[in-house]
């Protein structure tokens, strides 16, 4: 028998995994419905084979694919994000659960920033967020303004506009959001919904242990969140990847070093970002990753955006 605390993103995508092969598990999560915070973009053609497995139709779940994407006013052409319903995604998985707590031989801890189960990571950094979803009347495409400390984003979602920002220094967070208005020309709305989150910005690498006596993490609980905040499809993989090493637990750390390598690297630019002194010679294997997955740019853009970028109205 297999418990997993949190039906997020990794545990509801384990739980179908791991019963579709015949596994004995239950879960369990303290809300009543899925999680609302964002988390709404997603590397679309990864996370459609993902969920393919489990039976998963992805595209019955998005809500737009942008053309472009915006960062201090340079423009990058969209190479593989689309907008998914997350909230809807995980409402229909979650269908299929009666969350129950069930003595097990193993127990996941997939419970994301939170990592209630697993030991707490010494000097372990989670970001506060603050989101909220309005209208707008504006071309339907991602819109970024970034500084040194954090970023303030804007989601197209169909209807309305998922806007929020992340900041290492929680007070800047309003500064943010109000840089981006400016920056775009997004008007104040009322918003439908606001909340507070929180998000571990730390490479797996620095989350270790991920398997403590029978307790073992899976998605943003053992650090699977690329540089710039990315966790949905790091989340999907590090489930698959606990999957395949259920049965010999010792190749579990290695792989996810090894396959979700990327984070580490953009983890570590982010740091460099943090200090103050990006660091550039990193840029190139960053580049060639996210230039076929995310969105299609070249070094020369990172200069503009961190020497000269300075948003364009
Ligand atoms: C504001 C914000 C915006 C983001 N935007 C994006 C984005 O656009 N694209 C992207 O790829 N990623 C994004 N992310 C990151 C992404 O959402 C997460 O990294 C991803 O959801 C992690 O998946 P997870 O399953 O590990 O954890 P989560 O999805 O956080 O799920 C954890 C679950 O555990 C439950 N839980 C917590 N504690 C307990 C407990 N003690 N017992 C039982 N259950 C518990 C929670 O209720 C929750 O359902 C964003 C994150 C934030 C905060």
Redesign the pocket.
């Known amino acids: 028998m297999i418990q997993i605390?949190?039906?997020?993103?990794?545990?509801?995508f384990l739980y179908y995994i791991l019963t579709k092969n015949g596994y004995r598990c239950s879960i369990?999560?303290?809300?009543k419905s899925?999680?609302c915070?964002?988390?709404?973009?997603?590397?679309y053609k990864e996370a459609k084979d993902l969920y393919s497995e489990i039976d998963l139709d992805l595209d019955e779940f998005i809500l737009t694919v942008p053309e472009k994407v915006f960062v201090n006013g340079v423009e990058f052409k969209n190479r593989g994000i689309a907008i998914f319903d997350?909230i809807g995604l995980l409402s229909e998985l979650w269908k299929g659960f009666v969350f129950r707590e069930e003595n097990a031989k193993i127990i996941v801890d997939?419970?994301?920033?939170?990592r209630?189960?697993l030991p707490k990571i010494d000097g372990d950094r989670v970001v506060p967020?603050l989101?909220f979803k309005e209208r707008q009347r504006i071309d339907e495409n991602i819109y970024i303004y970034f500084e040194r400390h954090g970023y303030a984003?804007a989601?197209p979602l169909g209807d309305e506009w998922h806007i929020?920002a992340?900041s290492v220094c929680e007070e800047k967070i309003p500064y943010l959001i109000k840089k981006l208005r400016q920056s775009y020309g997004l008007e104040e709305a009322e918003s439908s919904c606001s909340c507070r989150?929180?998000?571990?910005m730390l490479p797996p690498s620095r989350c270790k242990p991920f398997v403590s006596n029978n307790i073992v993490g899976?998605?943003?609980?053992i650090g699977?969140?690329?540089g710039a905040?990315?966790?949905?499809?790091?989340?999907l993989k590090?489930a698959k990847i606990l999957f395949q090493c259920l049965e010999n637990l010792e190749e579990y750390e290695k792989r996810i070093l090894k396959e979700l390598g990327w984070i580490e690297r953009e983890q570590k630019f982010l740091d460099s970002v943090l200090r103050g002194f990006p660091a550039f010679h990193l840029l190139f294997r960053i580049i060639l990753h996210e230039n076929k997955r995310l969105v299609r740019h070249s070094i020369f853009d990172f200069l503009r955006i961190f020497i000269a970028g300075k948003p364009r109205p």
Do not use: M
């Open positions: 605390y949190g039906a997020g993103v990794a545990g509801t369990f999560d303290f809300r899925p999680d915070r964002c988390g709404w973009g997603i590397a997350k997939a419970t994301g920033s939170s209630a189960f967020t989101q984003w989601f929020g992340g989150a929180k998000i571990r899976v998605g943003e609980a699977c969140v690329s905040g990315e966790g949905n499809v790091p989340a590090s």
